[in-house]
Every structure is written in C-alpha cells, then in structure tokens.
C-alpha cells in the first residue's frame, strides 16, 4: 500500500523556476518538498568523457519530436547545470510584442522596466558579470572582429560565470567540473537546503490530483542508470504545487492530470515557442581570418580554436532594433556545441552529395577545429502543439539516459522560416565577407529544428483564450498550481532566456506565499539573496503590494 | 557485416583489408567502423542493442528493394545491402533518412550512433579513446587532456577589444 506524505510546498523541478521559488518558501519558513527527476550529481562527478553513462548523458536529456527537438536539463540544478551561462536581459520590445490579431502576449502589467528589479536579484544571486575582452574565447574574438569586419557592432555577453575559475574547458554541457558556472546548485539550492528543504532526486512526477486542501502529486522514482526503469513510486499531498519541470514537461504533467484534475485551460500544451532559435556552421579559412582580421594566436595559427572556450561570450545585437518588423529582430551569438549532436546536424556546403553525412560530411569534420558556430534566436510564432502524453514522463525513453521520443509537434510558420532564412543570410555576410569562412545551417531535416531554450507551453498572459497561466503565474481554473519554468515566458524573446525565467521566478514567488499563507502556512516573504545581500530585495520592494494584492 | 557497411556510408573509410566487403573504401583514414560503431552500437546504453539483428534485416530488405527496383544485380556471397555499391548505399540511406519516410526514426538513430562512434567515440572513455589513436578524434584535432586526465586551456583568448559593443548596451550590458 502506498503511503501518502504531506508537504506545505510541492516543487517540481529544481531548474530556475523550481530552485527560486523553493529557495524563497524554504526562508520563509514553509515545508517545501523538491522532486526532480533527474540524478544529484556535483562538481566531482562532472566528467570530461563522452562515454555514454558518463554526467554528459546523465545530466541532460535530448528528446525528438515531430518536427521539433528539445535539448534540456535532467539533473537537480536543471537547466543551470547544463546552460552555457549566458545572462542577457531581454530587449524592451520583446516585452510590446502583439500577437497576429493585434492582441499584446505578455500581460500588460509585465514590462521591461518592471522586470529590471527582479533580474538585480538574479544578477546578485547567481551573480552575473559582464565579461570583458579578456575574458572572451578566440571563437567569441574571432565572431566579434568578423563582425567590425562587416560594419557592425558586437558585445561581449554577461554571463554567469567565476572568471577566476573558469579553466575554459568547454566542457558545460556535461556540467562545470571546476564551480565557474554559477549554477543553482551553488547559490538558491544550498540555501533553500539550509532552510529545510528536501530534494529528491530521481522523483519524475506524472499526475497531479486533487484533495480536499490542495492537490495530490503522483511520483514515479527513477533508475538511476537507466531512466526507462522505474525503482518505485509514491504520492505527496501539499497546500501549494509549483510546476518548473520545464517547458517540455510542464505541459505534459498537466495533460496526464487533466483527467481527474479537471479541465485544463485550452494554452496547457500549445503556442510552444523554440525560442526562434536556429545553428549556422562556419568553417573559417585560416589564412584569411589571419589577413582579413589581424588574427594571430601566438606564433601558431589564425584560429583552429573550436574546442577552446565556455559557451556564448560574443553577441552581435544590431539586428534586435524595435522599429524593424517582427520576425526580422533576432540575436546572433557564438556558441560551442561539442562534438556528437555539434556535428551531426552541420552541413557541408555546396554539397554535391548527402550534407549532412558520407564522404563530403567527413572532409569536414576534419577542418572541426576551425568550425565557428553561430547561434539565432529570432521571434517565431509559438507553432508548437503537445500531443497526447506518453505513459509516464514527458517522452518514451530510447536509449537508458538522454534521449527519448515527445509528444510536440511544430511545424515552422512562414514568418519564422522567414526570419531563418533573414538571419542565416546576415550570418553569411559575416562570416563569408571576402572570403573569411563559407557557412551553412544545420538541417532540420534529422530531427527537426531544435531548441536549447524550450519556451511558452504553459504561458503567462491576459487573455484566457491563449494564456495558461495569470500574470502571477496561476494556472487559470486551479488555484494553487503555479508555473514557474521557461513554459510560463510567453513568447521568443531574441536572447538567451535563463535571465528572465527566473527573473519572472522571483517576481512570482510573493503571490505563491500569499497563497500559500491564504491557505494556512506559516509562510512570510523577504528573504535576501542566497548569499545574504541585501540590494536585490530593497529594489524589488516597492512592486510588492501589487503582487501580494496587500 | 550489414550495419557496419551503414556506419560506413555515414562515416566512410578505408578498407581494413584488400577483400574488406562492408568498408566501400572511398575515403581516406578510419571511419566509423575503425572508429567502434559497432562496438557502440552493441553498447546497452543506446537503448537499440537488443535490435540490431531486426536493423539489419531490414535494411537488407530495403536494399533488395532498392536493387530491384532499379534493376541493380546483387551479388549473393554478402547481404544485399553490402552488395551495393557506395554510392547506391548513400542513395538508400538519404531515402530511408528523407523527412517523409515511414522508417525515417530507425534509421535517423542508426545514423546517429553510427556518427557519434567517430566524433565522441561514445563507447569509451575520452581519455582512453585519444591515447589509442582513436580515428576520429585524431581526424577532428581533439585536443587532449592535462595530466589529471582534465580539460583546461589557459591561452584562450586574443585579449584585445576585436569590435565595438552596441551603442545602445545598457549598464549591465544587455540589450536596451
């Protein structure tokens, strides 16, 4: 017979969404119980290995879809321990975007400047930087000079990282062995531990049900080496249930639920968003980055630097100008993808056979460490639908770790091909400028497009008929619910996202209190930073009223 | 025999011997069967171990059909897959792989793994890989690990401003 535990606050997921909000409950003096259905892995367990089993598969999941695949976190710590750490904030048009019928997606009362507080606290927390010239990769260099090379201009990032750590292995996808990223797992989560919250790992969540004083929620436990096997499961009621399993599970919970919970509001599982994001492949000419740019690494070469770096350093934001049209407003950025799902998906150009793998693909794979790869997020239309839920989980595993098959079905619209295709010609007018590098997108035609930064499942909004969730992040019909992962961000936002999901975390985490506190828990609000700073809360005070509703 | 002629019309090499049948031998240096594709293929984790017989059997089958529908003769002393020649194997896999084919999902993951083989060497340590010479790591250039067996490279920047940020950068260097 199962036995049924009780909690005041249910988390599920210790990504962004989930490691805030428990942070914050915790402090407050709340019950707060985490499940995250992935392993509990910490620097020592990081490897630098590509053998299957190893943290690279453990850590992060790869699920393929019909015409979309979604790379995400499967670990405690989410997103954060996977991401590549960069931290910008999102431009102040993204916050005015209108929908094809005029209507405006993010709830009116969101904005940049009303977010500005709420990512000092993040900023402060994790804490983000702004990185210098000095901090920036040969790759980050040599994307930054090819665009003053085409006239324009480019940024070094902020980011999330320790500088004096950070060995620049390039190893963060299988998660930072050396604490330089700032993941959850150094700041929000140790300090909710600290005030008595509990994190399960390997505790994937598959229902929520109702009772008399909240909600029930369904766990299976995981096998912690081959997650297509399940050890267990189990039931935990509590007053409060804050979903952050991210935006491709979040969705899939809810539809499981639906059932028994009651009717879902018509947005659980649509107006998916991936982020508009799309991958171009430079192979750079050494010889011409060395005479076209003045590029010279010591006495050796030009370049050939692929594998040296952190991620993300150097971003060009010429093109994120609110007078141009939407769909044509998009960020270019350097990026490192390690090798496997790095150089599947490259294409060689001006192929005369397959592009995407036989003899041409393996010439190129032999120039890999003089590949450059550029990173779109352009504006989409939120195309993404979830079908039916699979058994359990939000996928049906393929392999033991990593990878599996979903329920979302995208199919690009015109707009977005669109701004693909505008944004794929600007990286060509960089990159291919004189003769610096020839240049081609991954295909979707493998696994469709894909997105590091799965969005807008589950989303914020005014409008009932396109919103899940409230501008306080309530899901619409059942109080209590909250949504507090990249499925609540209502729509792409041209950057990098992990900023503003949890800048929307904090802005969220004063209305679950009060709700918290409405249904009998002892719970205040106003912790400071993890860290104990005291700068981030002072400037997020005078919003408070407003979102406690006191 | 079959799957390792697939791993070698992802990742061509050259022939391990003059009689070698799978490996076509159209590109120089180890492909993904020198680079252990069977190995990883065989590999529990990927969850496809179990079917391997049934992938060969049916991709024999889509070559037979192939060769039939065109006309090719097969040479009966090796699976009809093997028997085809290189180009008509790449044919067959960009047809089985096209976004509209009905077995697309088998043999998109049969080319996955049979790519990682020979850029991450999936089946071994990354440490052990490059210290055996593994083929394609060597052919990328992976660069190597410090002695503890780590990644760290502290010469990784050209150190100097390379372009001028956006004017409109706000103070915590966001977009405006």
New interface residues.
């Given amino acids: 017979m199962t036995t049924t535990e009780s909690t005041d606050v249910l988390i599920v997921g210790s990504g962004f969404g989930g490691a805030i909000a428990a942070y914050h409950l915790a402090a407050g003096g709340a019950k707060v119980t985490v499940l995250e259905r992935g392993p509990w892995l910490k620097a020592a367990d990081f490897d630098h290995d590509f053998l299957l089993g190893s943290s690279y598969t453990r850590i992060f999941d790869f699920v393929v879809g019909d015409g979309m695949s979604l790379l995400g976190g499967n670990c405690v710590g989410g997103g954060s321990v996977v991401y590549f750490a960069a931290m910008p904030r999102a431009p102040r048009f993204v916050f005015d975007r209108v929908s094809a019928t005029g209507q405006r997606i993010w709830p009116e009362s969101i904005s940049r400047d009303v977010l500005e507080p709420w990512y000092d606290r993040v900023a402060e927390a994790l804490p983000i930087t702004q990185q210098d010239w000095n901090d920036v990769t040969f790759a980050g260099g040599l994307f930054a000079a090819a665009c003053a090379h085409a006239g324009r201009t480019a940024n070094p990032v902020p980011a999330a990282v320790d500088r004096t750590k950070c060995t620049n292995c390039n190893w963060m996808m299988s998660g930072c062995r050396f604490d330089a990223k700032r993941s959850l797992l150094l700041n929000y989560l140790p300090a909710a531990l600290a005030h008595g919250a509990e994190i399960r790992p390997l505790h994937e969540v598959q229902k929520l049900t109702r009772t008399e004083g909240g909600y029930r929620v369904h766990y299976k436990v995981v096998d912690d080496v081959d997650y297509r096997v399940y050890a267990g499961e189990g039931e935990i009621d509590a007053k409060i249930v804050v979903l952050a399993a991210g935006a491709g599970a979040t969705p899939v919970i809810l539809q499981r639920s639906e059932p028994e919970l009651g009717p879902m509001p018509r947005a659980v599982g649509r107006y998916f968003s991936g982020n508009g994001e799309r991958l171009n492949t430079a192979v750079v000419d050494e010889d011409r980055a060395r005479e076209l740019l003045g590029l010279k690494r010591g006495d050796g070469p030009a370049f050939r630097a692929n594998q040296i770096g952190k991620g993300p350093v150097v971003a060009s934001w010429d093109t994120l100008d609110a007078s141009r049209p939407t769909h044509s407003r998009y960020s270019l950025e350097q990026l490192y993808f390690p090798p496997g799902f790095g150089t599947i998906l490259a294409q060689v150009p001006d192929a005369t056979g397959p592009s995407w793998f036989g003899k041409e693909k393996k010439e190129l794979v032999r120039q890999w460490q003089s590949w450059l790869t550029v990173f779109t997020m352009v504006e989409d239309d939120n195309e993404g639908v979830f079908g039916p839920p699979p058994p359990t989980g939000n996928a049906v595993r393929i392999s033991q770790q990593m990878l599996g098959r979903g329920p979302i079905r995208y199919e690009p619209s015109a707009n977005t091909l669109r701004g693909w295709a505008e944004s794929d010609a600007a990286v060509r007018d960089i990159l291919e400028r004189d003769g610096l590098a020839r240049v081609m997108p991954w295909t979707n035609d493998v696994v469709g497009a894909y997105t590091v930064h799965p969005l807008a499942s589950c989303r914020i909004g005014d409008d009932p008929q396109t919103s899940a969730l409230d501008d306080g992040q309530e899901l619409r019909g059942h109080p209590g619910i909250f949504v507090t992962d990249g499925s609540a961000v209502p729509a792409a936002l041209t950057v990098n996202p992990a900023l503003t999901i949890s800048a929307l975390a904090e802005r969220a985490v004063p209305g679950i209190v009060k709700a918290a506190r409405d249904r009998g828990v002892n719970v205040s609000y106003g912790a400071p930073a993890p860290g104990g700073e005291t700068a981030g809360r002072r400037g997020v005070q005078a919003q408070l009223p407003g979102l406690t509703g006191l | 025999m079959t799957l390792e002629a697939f791993a070698d ?4 090499g050259e022939k391990r011997s003059p009689d070698d049948r799978a490996v076509a031998g ?2 120089a240096g180890g ?1 993904a069967v020198a680079a252990g594709a069977i190995e ?1 293929l065989e ?6 171990s179990a079917a391997l017989d049934d992938y060969a059997e049916a991709l024999n089958r889509n070559a037979r059909e192939y060769a039939e529908g065109r006309g090719l003769p097969l040479d009966d002393a090796v699976p009809p897959f093997v028997a085809l020649p290189f180009e008509d194997r ?1 044919a067959l ?2 047809e089985l ?3 509209r084919h009905r077995e697309k ?1 088998l043999w ?2 049969l ?2 793994f049979s ?2 083989a ?10 052990d890989a490059i210290a055996a010479g593994h083929p ?1 790591l060597a ?5 190597g ?1 410090g002695e503890d ?22 103070a ?5």
């Fill in positions: 019309t992802i990742v061509p159209v590109s492909g990883l590999t529990p984790a990927t969850g496809i790449t896999v960009q792989t096209s976004p999902e998109v993951l080319a996955l790519n990682m020979f850029d991450t060497a999936a089946h071994l340590h990354t440490t394609g052919a990328m250039g992976f660069l690990p067996g780590l990644w760290r490279f502290p010469d990784f920047s050209y150190g100097r401003p390379l372009a001028e940020p956006h004017p409109d950068t706000t915590s260097g966001s977009p405006a």
